[in-house]
């Protein structure tokens, strides 16, 4: 294999390794690392993000939230800031999270039965953007 040909394959290998979703306010890259990166969608800022060590342990951190839970329960595990918010709002806009927005002030999501979730993932992958980054 030439090395030109390796340099493609390797940029190949890292664009199916990083999948980038974005959703109304949020979105959410899969990382070549392992990592999951939640951000405000369109923001550049580290402030306006939050890297997990990986997808399972987001997946982990709303297992342990209420059944109704706000920015201010976010912020117990120790997330400050706008993050918390942004948090909120990903887990209700990400389809792998049973929950929905509730009140808007202040921010505070329910989680919700599979069933349910079922439906609105039907209705929302209309409004969601997938793309390779």
Same mark, same amino acid.
């Given at each position: 294999?030439? $090395? %030109?040909e390796?340099?493609?394959?390797?940029?190949? /290998? *890292?664009?199916?390794?990083?999948?980038?979703r =974005?959703?109304? $306010?949020t !979105?959410g890259?899969? $990382? =070549?690392? *392992?990592?999951? #990166?939640?951000?405000r $969608? @369109?923001?550049d800022?580290?402030?306006n993000?939050?890297?997990?060590e990986?997808f399972? !342990?987001l997946r982990?951190l709303f %297992?342990?939230?209420?059944?109704?839970?706000s920015a =201010?329960?976010?912020?117990?595990?120790?997330?400050? *800031?706008?993050?918390?918010h942004?948090?909120?709002?990903?887990f !209700?806009?990400?389809p792998?999270?049973?929950c929905d927005i509730?009140?808007?002030?202040?921010?505070?999501? #329910?989680?919700?039965?599979?069933?349910?979730?079922? #439906?609105q /993932?039907? @209705?929302?992958?209309e *409004? #969601?953007v997938i793309s390779a980054?």
């Amino acid at each position: 294999m030439s $090395r %030109d040909e390796a340099t493609d394959l390797q940029d190949a /290998v *890292g664009d199916a390794l990083t999948q980038r979703r =974005e959703f109304f $306010r949020t !979105a959410g890259v899969h $990382r =070549e690392d *392992g990592t999951y #990166e939640v951000s405000r $969608r @369109g923001a550049d800022s580290a402030g306006n993000s939050k890297v997990f060590e990986s997808f399972e !342990a987001l997946r982990r951190l709303f %297992d342990r939230l209420p059944a109704e839970f706000s920015a =201010e329960d976010v912020s117990r595990t120790g997330i400050t *800031g706008s993050r918390r918010h942004m948090l909120v709002r990903h887990f !209700a806009e990400h389809p792998a999270f049973d929950c929905d927005i509730t009140r808007r002030n202040p921010l505070t999501a #329910e989680k919700t039965t599979e069933e349910q979730n079922r #439906e609105q /993932v039907v @209705g929302s992958e209309e *409004g #969601e953007v997938i793309s390779a980054d």
